[in-house]
């Protein structure tokens, strides 16, 4: 049984933004989708290090929605949402709720059975996929999936950045830490090299390797996926579109 899960984020996002401003280097990623394959447990994140430590990725939100406004996949409709956003400090829950029931509106009008969306701590992505299906329909779920993500992707990095990575750090390590410790999870030292050192011993079972906080812990699943990481477990309920 092949097993599915949702990643991405804001890391599409930049990655998207990179490519449009021509830089090289991010070509083993997928630009165009949150949904990609990866293994079942959750220490399936990243292979960065903490040598960007300190960088950011914009001078302030401001910069980084007009970034995403000059992407090609962002809509008129988003453009329009991301220009209130610059006025009013951001994307609101509102909004942000109101994109993802739009976009699963958009896959169960393509065939798919009414699904429940994944939610860590306020941060919605896809929920770990029971693959049953053939190759053709896993390639025509990725078509949909990108299709549906596309009418929302700006919306969401937008959201996702402002609640999971205010200080717009380029390295995850440090703004997943941050994220942490900005939720009162871990204390104030705790490190990027803290978390990227307890993350390699992840197995996704067996002991906990944190100090602070349960890798089931909500908050902290709900850091990882606003900074683009798979934060589905191998024991954690999965859905079956394909049934």
């Given at each position: 049984?092949?097993?599915?899960?949702?990643?991405?984020?804001?890391?599409?996002?930049?990655?998207a933004?990179?490519?449009s401003?021509?830089?090289?280097?991010?070509?083993n990623?997928?630009?165009?989708?949150?949904?990609?394959?990866?293994?079942?447990?959750?220490?399936?994140?990243?292979?960065?290090?903490t040598?960007?430590?300190?960088?950011?990725?914009?001078?302030?939100?401001?910069?980084?929605?007009?970034?995403?406004?000059?992407?090609?996949?962002?809509?008129?409709?988003?453009?329009?949402?991301?220009?209130?956003?610059?006025?009013?400090?951001?994307?609101?829950?509102?909004?942000?709720?109101?994109?993802?029931?739009n976009?699963?509106?958009?896959?169960?009008?393509?065939?798919?059975?009414?699904?429940?969306?994944?939610?860590?701590?306020?941060?919605?992505?896809?929920?770990?996929?029971?693959?049953?299906?053939?190759?053709?329909?896993?390639?025509?779920?990725?078509a949909?999936?990108?299709?549906?993500?596309?009418?929302?992707?700006?919306?969401?990095?937008?959201?996702?950045?402002?609640?999971?990575?205010?200080?717009?750090?380029?390295?995850?390590?440090?703004?997943?830490?941050?994220?942490?410790?900005?939720?009162?999870?871990?204390?104030?030292?705790?490190t990027?090299?803290?978390?990227?050192?307890?993350?390699?011993?992840?197995?996704g079972?067996?002991?906990?390797?944190?100090?602070?906080?349960?890798?089931?812990?909500?908050?902290?699943?709900?850091?990882?996926?606003?900074?683009g990481?798979?934060?589905?477990?191998s024991?954690?309920?999965?859905?079956?579109?394909?049934?």
């Amino acid at each position: 049984m092949i097993r599915k899960t949702a990643i991405a984020r804001y890391l599409a996002v930049m990655i998207a933004i990179a490519l449009s401003a021509g830089l090289t280097g991010c070509g083993n990623s997928d630009t165009n989708s949150q949904a990609e394959l990866s293994p079942s447990s959750s220490s399936s994140t990243s292979n960065q290090s903490t040598s960007s430590e300190g960088q950011r990725i914009a001078g302030s939100l401001n910069d980084y929605i007009d970034q995403v406004m000059n992407l090609k996949t962002t809509t008129e409709q988003q453009k329009t949402i991301l220009q209130q956003a610059k006025q009013n400090g951001g994307v609101t829950v509102s909004q942000y709720e109101q994109a993802w029931s739009n976009f699963k509106t958009c896959m169960t009008n393509r065939g798919y059975p009414d699904f429940k969306l994944a939610k860590y701590n306020g941060i919605y992505s896809m929920p770990g996929l029971d693959f049953t299906g053939t190759e053709a329909q896993w390639n025509e779920y990725k078509a949909n999936y990108n299709t549906c993500y596309d009418s929302i992707k700006a919306i969401d990095g937008v959201y996702v950045m402002q609640v999971g990575n205010p200080n717009l750090y380029s390295d995850t390590y440090e703004a997943v830490a941050d994220c942490l410790r900005r939720s009162g999870v871990a204390p104030n030292t705790y490190t990027a090299k803290d978390l990227q050192r307890e993350m390699a011993e992840d197995q996704g079972s067996g002991d906990n390797p944190y100090q602070y906080f349960d890798r089931k812990n909500a908050t902290f699943r709900g850091c990882k996926a606003a900074n683009g990481w798979d934060s589905t477990y191998s024991d954690d309920e999965r859905v079956n579109l394909w049934r």
